[in-house]
C-alpha cells in the first residue's frame, strides 16, 4: 500500500475573510476531535491489518475524520477511491457535505456520495459516501470493487440486511485480492456462471471488466468495521480474529435522565416533555425519536395545537419532520438553522438515529420504541411492530446531543428498563422476508444461498419459504437459477420482488402505466388523511376518487387528478415569467387542493418522485410503456396474475380467507371495499393489530385464478 502523503486539491472557494474565518473554525473543530491524537496510529493499523474493526464515541470523528486521514496517508494514490458506507440516505448525504467542506472542495469533486438515483461524484472523487444497498449495486458490475482502496462499512451495529449481505461478500473480495492474480479463480468461477445466465448488457459489461482485470494485480482491499456501539467481539471472530481499536473520548458530555416510573402513554409524555424544555430549559433545539410517520404528524399537530398556552412573548416552536418517505429536500430542512426567536423541535424517525449531526441539538426526547420489521416464515407474512429499542440504539439516540455542546437526553422510561433492554437490535436478516436478498445474490452470482457465509445465518425456515415465493414468481428456474430474463429483469429494479413482477407482467398486458402509478403509491405512505374528528368531511371530499373496483384503481383516480392539476396550472403559467412566481402560485394551489381533498400532500409528492424514478428504471430496461385507458378488466387481471399470493376468498360469515396462508382477515375499514359484497379479492398488505386486517384490497374474479396463477392454483392451494 503506498504511504506518501498526498497534497490535497486546493479550495475554489473565493477567499473572502468569511471563508477564511469558516475554514479556521471548522480546522479547529477537528482539530479538538477525540480522534484527532490517534492520527498516526490509526493510519498505522489500517497498513498493518486487512481487517479492522473500529469503536469511539458517538460523535467522537469517526465518520467524518477516518477517510480524510487514510486519503492523506496516501490511500487514495493511483485514483483510487475509499469508500464508505451508511445505512441511511440521508447520513451519506449530509456527511459527504460536511466532508467536502472540512476539505474545502466542491461537493462532488473530491468528495462526494452516491445513493440511489442521486450521484455525486465524479472522476475526481477519492472518498465516496454511499449506502450499503449501493455499494451492493456497484458489486453487480464490478465484483472485485477495483475501484476501491479502502471499504469503510459505517454503524455497523444496525446490522440491516445490506451491511449483513455486504460483510459476506466483502469477505469474498477480500480474498481474492488478497493474492488477486492467483486466487482470481475463486470470483472468476462464481462470474462465469453468472454471466452464462447474465442478460446480454451485464453480459458484455462483465466480460470487458475481466479482460480488463486479466493479468492485472489489484492492490489488497482494505475493509475498516466501524461504530459506536459495536460488539466488537462478534465482527472480529466473523472476519478470522480481526484486530479491533477503541477510540477513547467523547467531545460533549451528555446528561441522561429517565423517568421515575415507566409511562402508561409515551406520545403524552412525549409532548409534556417537548413544553416542559422549551419553558424549563436553556437555547438549544429539541429532537425527538417517534416510530413512523403516523405518530410524526400526530406530535406535530398536538404541538402546533398548544402553542397558543404558550406565554406571551415566550420564544416560537416549530416543529419539523423527518422520516424516510419524505423527499429528500424536505428531509434537508432539518439541518437548516431556526428563524430568530424560534426553537426547533424535529420529529424523526430512526433516520436521525447514527451519523447525522443535526446543527442547534442540545436536547434528546427518547421515549424508546422504534418500528422494526418482522416475519413469520410459516405464513409467508411481513409485518411492523413497535417495539422497545436496544441499548445499542438507545446511545446512538443520546448521541446526536452533545456534537456541538454539552447536550441533554430524556429518556422516557426509568433507569432499571434500560438495564433490561437488548444489548443490539436483533440483525434485519433474521427478521425480514429474504427475497429481495435472495435475487441480489443469484444476481451477485452466489446460487448456494443456505451456505453463504451470513455473520449470522437467517433460518432455513425463512431461506426456503423466499426462494419459493422467488420460484413462485418465476424469477427462478427449476434448478435454482435466475431466470431469463423475468429473474434478470427482476433483479434491476429496486423494489420488491412482487412489485417488479407486477411491471413485467403490466408491460406484456398493455397497463404498464396504471402498474407504475399503483406502485408508485403503495411505495408512499399513506395517501389519504383521515381525522377522526372530521372523518365525514374528509369521506365526502374523497368521494370523486372512490373506485367501485378498489383501492389500486382508487390510488391511480387521485395521482391522476393530482396530475392534471399540476399539468393544468403549467399551461396556465406558460404566459408567466417570473419562475418563482409560478413555482409558488403551484405550490399554494396543490398544498390547497390536497387540503380540501384531505389528502397527504407529502405522500403524494414522495410517490410522484418514485413514479419519475422507476418509470426511467423501466425505460432503460426497454419494457414497453402502454395505457390500458379506460379497461379496468384487464387492469385487475393484471393485479390478479402479479398478486396472487395475496388472494382472499369471502366466507358465509362475512370474513375473508386468505388464500395462500389460510388466515382468516378483514378488510380494513379504510379500504373502498369495506362492507363491499366482493366475494374474492387480491391484496397488497396484511396488518395485525387487534384483528387481522387486508389493506389496498381489489376486486377480482376467483376463476382468474387458476387461469392466470395455475402453477400455483392447480397445486391446489
Ligand atoms: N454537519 C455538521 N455540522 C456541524 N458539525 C458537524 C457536522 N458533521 C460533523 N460535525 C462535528 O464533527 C463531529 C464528529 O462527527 P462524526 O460524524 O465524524 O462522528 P462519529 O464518531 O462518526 O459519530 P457517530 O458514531 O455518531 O456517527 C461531531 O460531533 C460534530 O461536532
Not at 58 to 87: E, H, M, R, Y
Not at 356 to 365: C, L, N
Not at 391 to 399: D, E, F, I, N
Not at 482 to 490: A, E, F, N, R, Y
Request: charged share 25%.
Amino acid at each position: 500500500m503506498p504511504s506518501m502523503a498526498q497534497p490535497r486539491p486546493s479550495s475554489n472557494h473565493t477567499r473572502n475573510s468569511d471563508s477564511i474565518a469558516r475554514k479556521d473554525k471548522l480546522k479547529k473543530q477537528r482539530e479538538c476531535l477525540p480522534i484527532a491524537p490517534v492520527k498516526q496510529r490509526l493510519i498505522e493499523e489500517v497498513k498493518k491489518h486487512g481487517v479492522l474493526i473500529i469503536v469511539g464515541e458517538t460523535g467522537s470523528g469517526k465518520t467524518t475524520q477516518i477517510p480524510q486521514f487514510l486519503f492523506d496517508a496516501g490511500f487514495c494514490l493511483n485514483g483510487q477511491v475509499i469508500g464508505v458506507t451508511q445505512p441511511r440516505r440521508v447520513a451519506a448525504v449530509t456527511v459527504a457535505k460536511r466532508v467536502a467542506e472540512e476539505c474545502g472542495v466542491e461537493l462532488g469533486q473530491m468528495v462526494g456520495y452516491s445513493i440511489r438515483f442521486d450521484d455525486k461524484t465524479s472522476a475526481s472523487t477519492r472518498i465516496k459516501y454511499m449506502t450499503d444497498g449501493l455499494l451492493l449495486r456497484e458489486a453487480l458490475l464490478d465484483p472485485y470493487l477495483s475501484r476501491y482502496s479502502v471499504i469503510i462499512v459505517d454503524e455497523a451495529h444496525e446490522r440491516t440486511v445490506h451491511t449483513d449481505v455486504l460483510l459476506g461478500l466483502l469477505k469474498d473480495v477480500l480474498k481474492a485480492r488478497s493474492n488477486s492474480v492467483t486466487d482470481r479463480a475463486h470470483i472468476d468461477n462464481k462470474t462465469q456462471n453468472k454471466s452464462t445466465l447474465m442478460e446480454e448488457e451485464n453480459d458484455r459489461h462483465r466480460t470487458a471488466f475481466l479482460k480488463q482485470c486479466q493479468g492485472r494485480k489489484l492492490p489488497p482491499l482494505k475493509l475498516i468495521v466501524m461504530s459506536a456501539s459495536l460488539d466488537a467481539r462478534g465482527f472480529s471472530e466473523y472476519f478470522g480474529g480481526a484486530k479491533a481499536v477503541h477510540i477513547e473520548g467523547r467531545q460533549h458530555p451528555v446528561d441522561i435522565l429517565y423517568t421515575l416510573q415507566p409511562e402508561s402513554d409515551y406520545l403524552d409524555a412525549t409532548l409534556i416533555t417537548i413544553f416542559q424544555i422549551h419553558l424549563q430549559e436553556g437555547p438549544g433545539d429539541i429532537l425527538v425519536f417517534l416510530t413512523g410517520q403516523e405518530e410524526i404528524e400526530g406530535v406535530e399537530r398536538s404541538v402546533q395545537e398548544r402553542l397558543h398556552q404558550l406565554p406571551e412573548g415566550s420564544r416560537k416552536l416549530l416543529t419539523i419532520p423527518i422520516f424516510s418517505s419524505l423527499p429528500s429536500e424536505q428531509q434537508m430542512r432539518v439541518f437548516m438553522p431556526a428563524p430568530a426567536g424560534h426553537r426547533k423541535v424535529i420529529l424523526a424517525t430512526n433516520i436521525a438515529e447514527t451519523s447525522v449531526t443535526i446543527p442547534g441539538i442540545k436536547y434528546v426526547i427518547d421515549p424508546g420504541f422504534v418500528k422494526a420489521r418482522s416475519y413469520d416464515p410459516a405464513k409467508g407474512m411481513e409485518s411492523l411492530k413497535v417495539i422497545p429499542t436496544s441499548k445499542a440504539q438507545a446511545l446512538q439516540r443520546s448521541g446526536r446531543a452533545g456534537r456541538e455542546g454539552p447536550g441533554k437526553c430524556f429518556r422516557l422510561y426509568p433507569e432499571r428498563e434500560f438495564d433490561r433492554l437488548e444489548d443490539s437490535t436483533e440483525p434485519e436478516i433474521k427478521r425480514c422476508n429474504l427475497s429481495n436478498v435472495i435475487l441480489q445474490l443469484k444476481a451477485l452470482g452466489v446460487d448456494d444461498i443456505i451456505g453463504f457465509d451470513f455473520m449470522e445465518k437467517p433460518s432455513r425456515a425463512a431461506i426456503i419459504k423466499s426462494l419459493e415465493h422467488l420460484f413462485l414468481l418465476g424469477a427462478l428456474t427449476d434448478d435454482c437459477k435466475l431466470s431469463d430474463p423475468v429473474g434478470h429483469q427482476m433483479s434491476r429494479l429496486p423494489l420488491d420482488p412482487v412489485y417488479s413482477k407486477a411491471l413485467i407482467l403490466a408491460s406484456q398486458l398493455s397497463c404498464l402505466e396504471e402498474m407504475l402509478i399503483t406502485v408508485a403509491m403503495l411505495s408512499a405512505e399513506s395517501i389519504f388523511y383521515n381525522p377522526r374528528d372530521k372523518s365525514d368531511e374528509a369521506k365526502s371530499a374523497q368521494k370523486s376518487f372512490l373506485s367501485p373496483d378498489g383501492d389500486h384503481s382508487t390510488l391511480i383516480n387521485v395521482y391522476r387528478a393530482a396530475d392534471e392539476l399540476l399539468e393544468k396550472r403549467k399551461m396556465e403559467d406558460s404566459e408567466e415569467r417570473n419562475e418563482k412566481n409560478i413555482k409558488g402560485k403551484n405550490e399554494k394551489n396543490f398544498r390547497k387542493w390536497c387540503k380540501d381533498n384531505f389528502i397527504n400532500g407529502r405522500s403524494l409528492r414522495h410517490a410522484r418522485d418514485i413514479h419519475s424514478q422507476i418509470r426511467g428504471h423501466v425505460e432503460q430496461m426497454g419494457l414497453p410503456i402502454s395505457s390500458c385507458g379506460d379497461d379496468t378488466l384487464q387492469f385487475r387481471r393484471c393485479l390478479a396474475a402479479s398478486f396472487f399470493l395475496n388472494a382472499a376468498l369471502k366466507q358465509p360469515e362475512g370474513t375473508y380467507r386468505a388464500l395462500a396462508s389460510g388466515q382468516v382477515v378483514q378488510i380494513h375499514p379504510t379500504s373502498v371495499l369495506h362492507r363491499s359484497k366482493a366475494e374474492c379479492v387480491i391484496f397488497n398488505e396484511l396488518v395485525q393489530t387487534n384483528q387481522k386486517y387486508i389493506r389496498s384490497v381489489t376486486r377480482i374474479e376467483y376463476l382468474w385464478l387458476s387461469e392466470l396463477a395455475p402453477h400455483y392454483y392447480a397445486m391446489g392451494s
